[in-house]
Structure formats: structure tokens, C-alpha cells
């Protein structure tokens, strides 16, 4: 395990135990760090659905297999389940304010990190508010050109919003690669460690 990923388990050892027993009854918290924040997503339990609570069918009613079953209802119903999870998420947010506000606070101290949450429920995944952080590059033309191309495009809005846009799809189309990369930075690490102690002195 490398330092950075030894700190990060810290990290989420030390929310696991700080964080109110009923924000993480559903499940653990997913905490994620980096150098400059912290982020936090909580699992809250999903609303019961409109279909849940509608009146269950007579299972002896004989069912027409040539009646299409999806009707102008289900996009209704996708809509109403849309705002149960909407209203789930602004409550807990608006009500845990405070609360999660201190917490931060806490963790700032502890680890010079800001501290941003999140919150998973029902499928829906909404990250309240968190740090964008500039990073400056030097680029040829070539990679240049590849973001003007999603500029002219309309994929993105600038030079600055096409490379962020890059860097999302790269974490999210090779997960694998990156997986096989941090191994071989615990690798690395672990060779390091077996080493002598320092360089030899004159």
C-alpha cells in the first residue's frame, strides 16, 4: 500500500467512526481523496415507489399476452419516482446541514483537505458542493487539436472543459488500466521499502 492510499484508508477509517450511526445504516460510506479534498457519498434508503404502494393485481385474473404492458402511465410513474428521489436528497441535505458542516470542519483540521458530500439513493447519484480545481499543462499541437475538435464540435464549451471532459472519459472507459497502474505503484512502493535504509553517505 502506498502512502497515498495508506492516508486515504485513514481518512475513510476515521468518517466511519465520526459520521452518525443513521447516515451510514445503509451502507458504508464511499470516501474518496485526493490531495487537495475529501468527498463523501452516503447511501440514504430509496422512497418507496409509486408502484410499490399502488393496489397489488389479482394474480387469478387471466392477463392478455398481446396487450402491450407499457402505456402512457409508466412515464408518469418514471417521473413521480424522479421526484421522490429529488425530495429524498433535498431533505437529508437541508436537514444535515449543519451537522455535516462541523464534521468538515473537523476534518479540515485533521487533514488539510476540504471536505465535500455527496449522496447515492434509489440510483440517483448528487454531489453537493465541491472544489473545481484549476491545473495548469503545457500541450503541443497535436493534443491542442484534439481539444479544439471537441470545442468546434459543441462537445465542449472551451479548451479548459474539453480536457476535463478527456480526463472523465479516460477514468471511466479504462478502469482496468488504471487498476493495473496503481498496482504497479504499491509494487514500486513495496521495493522501495525492502531497500536500504538511505543512500550511503561521503
Not at 22 to 41: G, M
Not at 127 to 135: M, S
Not at 148 to 163: F, K, M, Y
Request: hydrophobic share 40%; charged share 25%; aromatic share 4%.
Amino acid at each position: 500500500m502506498t502512502n497515498t492510499e495508506s492516508a486515504a484508508a485513514g481518512i475513510a477509517a476515521w468518517f466511519g467512526e465520526r459520521l452518525p450511526q443513521e447516515w451510514v445504516a445503509t451502507a458504508a460510506p464511499q470516501v474518496t481523496v485526493d490531495r487537495e479534498e475529501i468527498v463523501v457519498v452516503l447511501t440514504l434508503p430509496a422512497p418507496e415507489s409509486p408502484q410499490d404502494s399502488s393496489t397489488p393485481q389479482d394474480s387469478s385474473t387471466p392477463q392478455d399476452s398481446s396487450t402491450p404492458q407499457d402505456g402512457p402511465g409508466d412515464g408518469a410513474a418514471a417521473a413521480e419516482r424522479a421526484e421522490q428521489l429529488a425530495g429524498r436528497v433535498a431533505r437529508f441535505r437541508e436537514e444535515t446541514r449543519g451537522h455535516r458542516i462541523g464534521i468538515a470542519r473537523e476534518a479540515e483540521h485533521r487533514f488539510g483537505r476540504k471536505v465535500a458530500w455527496g449522496v447515492e439513493c434509489g440510483g440517483r447519484r448528487e454531489l453537493f458542493t465541491h472544489l473545481a480545481v484549476p491545473v495548469m499543462t503545457r500541450l503541443r499541437q497535436p493534443e491542442r487539436l484534439v481539444l479544439d475538435t471537441l470545442v468546434d464540435a459543441g462537445v465542449a464549451r472551451s479548451r479548459a472543459h474539453a480536457l476535463a471532459w478527456c480526463v472523465r472519459l479516460v477514468g471511466e472507459n479504462a478502469g482496468i488500466w488504471l487498476a493495473d497502474l496503481r498496482s504497479a505503484m504499491q509494487h514500486v512502493e513495496r521495493v522501495r521499502e525492502a531497500g536500504p535504509g538511505g543512500a550511503p553517505q561521503d
